[in-house]
């Protein structure tokens, strides 16, 4: 059985990431998220959505109003990883110049 079928459909079925590890036999919560990620990327077969927040868990959608929650979470996430970058990256090229010289 793969990880789409271990996530259910709709919100009030959703699983919390801890049963979901123990169900797919995850030996970390990184394992979990990387498996998620792939099946994201990967897009499931039914023209399901997987999406998830931090107090219900993980599910599968074909709710416009939930997928458009979900997108607009995943690209608010998205920007403040880039924005957190920045600084680091900054100070990386300083770091770059000055090993340059």
Not at 9 to 34: F, M, P, T, V, Y
Not at 56 to 61: E, K, Q, T
Request: aromatic share 4%; hydrophobic share 35%; charged share 30%.
């Amino acid at each position: 059985m793969d990880i789409y079928e271990r996530i259910p459909l709709g919100k009030e079925n959703a699983i919390h990431s801890c049963d979901l590890e123990e169900i797919l036999g995850c030996e970390s919560s990184s394992e979990l998220r990387k498996m998620i990620s792939m099946a994201r990327i990967n897009g499931t077969a039914d023209g399901t959505v997987i999406c998830s927040n931090s107090s219900d868990g993980y599910w599968r959608s074909r709710d416009i109003t939930e997928i458009r929650k979900f997108v607009r979470s995943m690209h608010s996430r998205a920007t403040q990883i880039l924005m957190a970058c920045e600084p680091a990256e900054k100070i990386l090229g300083a770091l770059e110049g000055e090993s340059d010289g």
